[in-house]
């Protein structure tokens, strides 16, 4: 499932998954290192990797 990076705040990133248009909380330690907003991830078996 494809996402985007909308916000950053704090230790949590806001990422919007496309197929849903729905909004989750996700903790940065989750992501992977040097993301920021505007990126794409890609979330596939429990993992997050940056597209």
């Not at 494809?2 to 940065?28: K, N």
């Amino acid at each position: 499932m494809l996402c985007t990076i909308i916000d950053i705040r704090g230790d949590y990133a806001f990422v919007r998954y496309e197929e849903t248009g729905i909004v989750s909380e996700v903790a940065i330690a989750l992501l992977p290192f040097g993301v920021d907003v505007g990126d794409k991830l890609k979330f596939e078996d429990f993992e997050f990797t940056q597209v």
